[in-house]
């Protein structure tokens, strides 16, 4: 199996060293041509409207919205703001994934924080998956075909907790950062949605 990284910006080597560790080719990909080769992409976190600009530069845009319709894609964080349909905000997207995202969703005082998830589609999902998010944005609303996979927890209030992971047939959008932990789960949930269930 074969997982390209797109590497024009952000923490492309975090999830090439995951991949790796899981025995899985894990390429650096920055150019159309090389995404023939994959059987999924994962799109790391960075900064959003940067990653947009650059990937319009290098003529991905096309070539990643093709990919993207019969193959797998991962955004985490700032790859999953790259994946949404809207980000609230005029920026390049991919506009693959039917969710709406709200950018930087938890203000100055809180930009980074960690947090346990339990997320019943990952292996042993009584043990909650570590989340690490840096300047993160939450998923606000989800569309058509969408399954929401973790939520944040209730806040003191009862309010119903924010969207951070979520599902759309192969396509997986993470508003954390899972390759900056010990914990391959998620990646693995990736690979089951790469090789088709
Ligand atoms: N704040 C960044 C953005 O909006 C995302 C941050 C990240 O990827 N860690 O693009």
Do not use: Y
């Not at 024009?8 to 150019?31: K, S, W």
């Not at 924080?113 to 998923?139: D, G, K, N, Y």
């Not at 508003?175 to 010990?182: A, D, G, K, V």
């Amino acid at each position: 199996m074969k997982i390209g990284v797109l590497a024009l910006q952000g923490d492309f080597a975090e999830h090439r060293a995951v991949l790796q560790h899981l025995g899985v080719e894990a390429p650096e990909i920055r150019l159309p041509g090389q995404l023939d080769e994959l059987d999924g992409l994962i799109i790391p976190g960075g900064e959003s409207t940067t990653m947009g600009k650059l990937a319009t530069m290098f003529e991905l845009i096309k070539p990643l919205r093709k990919f993207g319709r019969s193959k797998a894609i991962w955004g985490t964080c700032a790859g999953a703001i790259f994946l949404s349909k809207d980000a609230q905000r005029e920026q390049p997207l991919l506009g693959l994934m039917n969710i709406t995202v709200a950018r930087n969703a938890f203000g100055r005082q809180s930009d980074s924080f960690e947090t346990e998830l339990v997320v019943s589609e990952l292996q042993e999902p009584a043990r909650p998956f570590r989340a690490v998010f840096i300047r993160a944005p939450v998923i606000a609303s989800v569309g058509k075909n969408v399954q929401v996979l973790a939520k944040l927890e209730q806040d003191d209030e009862g309010q119903e907790g924010q969207i951070v992971a979520a599902r759309q047939g192969r396509l997986l959008a993470t508003s954390f950062h899972p390759e900056l932990t010990n914990d391959p789960r998620f990646h693995q949930f990736f690979l089951s949605l790469v090789e088709g269930e």
